[in-house]
């Protein structure tokens, strides 16, 4: 027969929209020593606004539209957030031979000049160099370059949702570790880490760097918990002993790959979660 117990951390979960793909996974909940996650979309909103736009060569407007014309071939939250400020000033523009470089941002052409539009990384990658100031700003930056030279900055700003410090709280009640893992600039992945108390915050990170910091933590005997939406987390969402994918704003790489599945997207269902397990076990056994 099936236990109680089953039902009961089963229903748990389901009262409270966390999908288990298999009732192993509730199993293998209680058994994390340590929640790393991501941070965009995961424990902040995921919904970008424009800030401030800087520009050095060109007139800002200009900027504006060559960003926008660049990032509307994105689905990252950071281009949704440049083209959505850019409105109809950009539409009449497009920009040719886009690519996505994963972890850095994009790189195309409007009107025979080639534009790059990302993160510093992006700029360093091509050998440009860019002013001191851009390293230090405490939000979320697309820095553009025209024809291999820096044009200016447009900075984004995401806000941290309702529940994260209350699961951050949640988790270190339950003797788990935090860890943050970013590809986002470390000023800003610092910060955020600061004001939500995670012990171990990880910023500048391409994907392959999740995956070896996942994975060092894997080799030191930890059981991981991995909580990510984005493209870019399935690999180290595959990795984890039980992998968690916000479903509301994820991508379905993420949501396919992973062991559970939160629907509504608050960081506080990851511990509803592990309590889902634990009453699972505690009845069952
Ligand atoms: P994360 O979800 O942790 O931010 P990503 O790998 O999605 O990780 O992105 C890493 C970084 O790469 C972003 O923070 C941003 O700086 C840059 N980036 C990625 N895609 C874009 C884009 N379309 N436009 C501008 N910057 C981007
Ligand atoms: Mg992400």
Do not use: C
């Not at 660049?70 to 950071?78: G, K, L, Q, R, V």
């Not at 994260?164 to 709280?169: H, L, V």
């Amino acid at each position: 027969s099936i236990p109680l117990g089953y039902f009961g951390g089963i229903g748990l979960a389901s009262r409270n929209g966390i999908l288990f793909k298999g009732s192993n996974f509730l199993d293998v909940m209680t058994k994390i020593d340590i929640v790393i996650m991501d941070k965009t979309g995961t424990l902040t909103k995921g919904v970008f606004k424009v800030q401030e736009v800087k520009a050095s060569s060109l007139g800002k407007d200009e900027l504006v539209r060559l960003a926008a014309a660049i990032e509307a071939n994105s689905t990252h939250p950071i281009a949704k957030a440049v083209v959505e400020y850019a409105g109809d000033k950009a539409k009449a523009t497009k920009a040719e031979n886009v690519e996505e470089i994963a972890g850095h941002g994009l790189k195309g052409t409007v009107n025979g000049k080639t534009i790059l539009a990302g993160n510093a990384k992006l700029l360093k990658k091509f050998n440009i160099t860019y002013p001191a100031e851009v390293d230090g700003l405490v939000d979320t930056v697309v820095v553009l370059a025209v024809d291999n030279q820096y044009a200016g900055y447009i900075t984004i700003a995401d806000e941290i949702k309702e529940d994260a410090k209350e699961a951050i709280e949640q988790m270190h009640s339950l003797k788990l570790q935090t860890v943050m893992l970013s590809g986002d600039k470390q000023a800003v992945v610092e910060q955020v880490a600061k004001t939500l108390g995670i012990d171990q915050a990880f910023g500048d990170l391409l994907p392959d760097g999740k995956v070896e910091k996942v994975q060092g933590f894997k080799d030191a005997g930890k059981r991981i918990a991995f909580v990510g939406d984005g493209v870019n987390d399935a690999p180290v969402v595959a990795l984890a002993d039980a992998g968690i994918a916000m479903g509301g704003l994820g991508s379905d790489a993420t949501i396919e790959t992973a062991d559970v599945v939160i629907q509504n997207d608050q960081p506080s269902k990851i511990t509803t979660a592990i309590r889902a397990g634990k009453i699972t076990s505690r009845v069952v056994w």
